[in-house]
């Protein structure tokens, strides 16, 4: 990705309270990707908002979870 990087990604709420932007990385493929970590004992809820401010460029999005719960 270029100087745009920061204009594509996602965002991780709390409710309304920001608790992380991920915004992708090139892998040396041409596959870019982001990740956010939770570790905690209790799980919750939380809110993902994807965001893809570069005209005319498509973005596609996969989301995953892994792990216990």
């Given at each position: 990705m270029s100087a745009?990087?920061?204009a594509v990604?996602?965002?991780v709420y709390d409710g309304s309270n920001l608790v992380a932007t991920a915004n992708p990385?090139?892998?040396g493929f041409g596959v870019s990707s982001g990740?956010?970590?939770y570790k905690d004992?209790?799980?919750k809820t939380f809110g993902v908002q994807v965001?893809?401010?570069v005209q005319d460029t498509p973005i596609s999005y996969t989301l995953c979870q892994?792990?216990?719960q």
């Open positions: 745009s990087a920061q990604g996602f965002n990385s090139d892998d990740e956010w970590q004992a209790n799980p965001f893809n401010y892994i792990g216990a």
